[in-house]
């Protein structure tokens, strides 16, 4: 059974940081692509970012040069490293899987963690 | 980003067809995808490469491609239907982006 579950969310003060963890099983984490998906509380999805089985990476331009996606290969585990935190980053940060080929759709997603930025 | 515009709601009586537009300039190659999201859940993936259904899918569900838009369906709906829709694209040359979302409602 493929599972995703994220955590590390929590409040936050603007400026600040915090790192979002996922373990999977299921499946081999580095077989696929990885994604984080975000979604402001009542609004729509966002594509944050997305780490290839090859450990290439790509980011929204929202969070381009703040964010750093990354695997623990040994862990089975994703993670997205979240600096100089904005209040409009506050969210719900889902991660879910990507098929390679091709990497057209979320085929799994986790049940969410909830990131708030606020002073 | 690349845009997509859907209708923020569509309402269906139980039994009859929902149709969920999804419109974005340009399309060319892209690959449409639908996910459902109900209240307090994680989006499910209905829908892939604009018409294929994952296993554990109704097959009242499906998805269709022409022009500039692609077409959720959902034929026969029911209660259980009811929730949040967002389409989204993909191609080579694009980020993954999502649609605006349809809730849909049924009377």
């Known amino acids: 059974e493929v599972k995703l579950v994220e955590s590390g969310g929590g409040l936050v003060q603007p400026g600040g940081s915090l790192r979002l963890s996922c373990p999977v099983s299921?499946?081999?984490?580095?077989?696929?692509?990885m994604s984080w998906v975000r979604q402001a509380p009542g609004k729509g999805l966002e594509w944050v970012s997305i780490i290839y089985s090859g450990g290439s990476t790509f980011y929204a331009d929202s969070v381009k040069g703040r964010f750093t996606i990354s695997r623990d290969d040994s862990k089975n585990t994703l993670y997205l490293q979240m600096d100089s935190l904005r209040v409009e980053d506050t969210a719900f940060y889902y991660c879910?899987?990507?098929?390679?080929?091709?990497?057209?759709?979320?085929?799994?997603w986790g049940q969410g963690t909830l990131v708030t930025v606020s002073s | 980003s690349y845009k997509l515009t859907q209708p923020s709601s569509v309402s269906v009586s139980p039994g009859q067809t929902a149709t969920i537009t999804c419109s974005g300039d340009?399309?060319?190659?892209?690959?449409a995808s639908w996910y459902q999201q109900k209240p307090g859940q994680s989006p499910v993936l209905v829908i892939y490469?604009?018409?294929k259904r994952p296993s554990g899918i109704p097959e009242r569900f499906s998805g269709s491609y022409s022009g500039n838009t692609a077409t959720l369906t959902i034929s026969g709906t029911q209660a259980m239907d009811e929730a949040d829709y967002y389409c989204?694209?993909?191609?080579?040359?694009?980020?993954?982006?999502f649609g605006t979302g349809t809730k849909v409602t049924v009377l």
């Open positions: 299921g499946f081999i984490v580095s077989s696929y692509y």
């Open positions: 879910a899987r990507v098929p390679v080929a091709p990497p057209s759709h979320f085929d799994y």
């Open positions: 989204q694209a993909w191609d080579s040359s694009t980020p993954w982006a």
């Open positions: 340009t399309w060319g190659d892209k690959f």
């Open positions: 490469q604009d018409k």
